[in-house]
């Protein structure tokens, strides 16, 4: 019997991803990666390969939402409250695009900020991370954006953000170094100032609450 591939969807110019749109011109992608194809050597027109254009522009629009996306839309979890201590989301997974070899690099984010009499719902620290994540970035610029937007946004007493991740730029291709990982701090206010509170702030990232 003949099997039969299953056609996958055609993308619009301009997907919509979770309400957003992304103006990511699908049908441009597909006749990108069928040259890319061709110059290989390949058959794009192939059974294997018939479809792959497709998905690599599905696949683009889901790597880089965040590039038309503002992270602003997450403040509207804003709320007043009398805290003054350190408030730390640890480990928030996240993929970006390396925009040098648009390999992908993933880590763990650690964003902190101390407030100043307003704090953020939680899980909109893993969206904002996301939001900047999703992008054709670097890892040094990924972490300084996080930090400032979190000092722009809830003018807290300072903000911190600290990111390991792997690179398969490296990993899988030129230098070859699997396991390595490359972390990067942004420091702001006062975790920058402060030594004491930039020492309690890394010893919550590294060892937990003791």
Known sequence: MKRTSKKPPRLPVGRQERGAKTWIDSQRIEKAVAEILAAVGEDPQREGLKY????????????????????????????????????????????????????????????????????????????????????????????YQIADFIMDSLKPQGAAVVIEASHSCMTIRGIKKPGSVMVTSALRGIFRRDPRSRSELLSLIHNGVR
Do not use: W
């Open 52 to 143: 792959t254009p497709r998905r690599v522009a599905k696949m683009y629009c889901e790597l880089l939402a965040g590039m038309h996306k503002d992270p602003k839309e997450h403040l509207g979890s804003v709320f007043a409250e009398n805290y003054d201590e350190i408030v730390l989301l640890r480990d928030i997974p996240f993929y970006s695009i390396c925009e040098h070899h648009l390999m992908p690099f993933m880590g763990s984010a650690h964003v902190a900020y101390l407030p100043a009499g307003r704090v953020l719902g939680v899980s909109k620290l893993a969206r904002i991370v996301d939001d900047f994540a999703r992008r054709l970035q670097t890892q040094e610029r990924l972490t």
